[in-house]
Structure formats: C-alpha cells, structure tokens
C-alpha cells in the first residue's frame, strides 16, 4: 500500500493539471459558442481565462517534476487536455467524438502508459 502522503504527492499535480487544462479548453475553445462576438472580445476573453490556467498549470509541473520526469508530465496533460477536450466537445459544443477520434484517443493513452509506468 502506498502511503498517503506519497499517493497526494503523485494525485495533487494531476489534480492542478485536471483544473488548469479546464481553463484552458475554455481559453482556446468556448468561443466557438459565440461565434458572433467580435474576435478581439474572443482574444480578450481567452487571455483572461488564461491566466487562471497558468496559475494552475506552473504549479502542476513544478510539484509535479518532483516525482514525475518532464516527459511523463507531458504525457499526462496531454491524456488529461484530450479527456477534458472529449467531454468540453460533447457537452459545451455538442460535437461527438468520432470512432477514429477514439481510436486517436486510445493511442494516446497507451503512450502514457508506457511513458509513466516503472519498467525497472
């Protein structure tokens, strides 16, 4: 059993990585909602959704590289931005997920797999 304190030190990092790339996903995506809105508002916008990324997103990797490799904290925000991007399609944009987008999805997931698992 791994103890608590080294299960959090491994959980917060995903956690922030989780929250930053909600804001994210918004920042980058959620003006496609309003595709009437004047594109410097969608700039000015998406910067200020952006901040609260980066507040989170700085933190992520820096608690993060602490138990992970810079790779393998790549990996996992990238499964994590295409999780959070899945669900933001299908629920903000109403757009479905393809089978071929699955399929991409699934690639990625065993890349993460082989990039964090302890082959040792």
């Given at each position: 059993m791994v103890p608590m304190s080294t299960f959090t030190t491994y959980l917060w990092p995903v956690l922030l990585l989780v929250a930053s790339n909600?804001?994210?996903?918004?920042?980058?995506?959620?003006?496609?909602?309003?595709?009437?809105?004047p594109l410097i508002?969608?700039?000015?916008?998406?910067?200020?959704?952006?901040?609260f990324e980066y507040c989170l997103q700085v933190p992520a990797n820096r608690?993060?590289?602490?138990v992970y490799t810079a790779p393998?904290?790549?990996?996992?925000?990238?499964?994590?931005?295409?999780?959070?991007?899945?669900?933001?399609?299908?629920?903000?944009?109403?757009?479905?997920?393809r089978w071929n987008d699955w399929v991409?999805?699934?690639?990625?997931?065993?890349?993460?797999?082989?990039s964090v698992h302890d082959w040792s």
């Open positions: 909600i804001f994210m996903t918004f920042a980058w995506y959620g003006h496609l909602k309003f595709k009437s809105a508002t969608a700039i000015m916008v998406s910067w200020g959704i952006a901040f608690l993060g590289h602490a393998q904290l790549k990996m996992i925000q990238e499964a994590i931005t295409l999780t959070v991007f899945a669900i933001f399609s299908a629920f903000w944009l109403g757009e479905s997920l991409a999805f699934l690639l990625i997931a065993v890349a993460v797999f082989f």
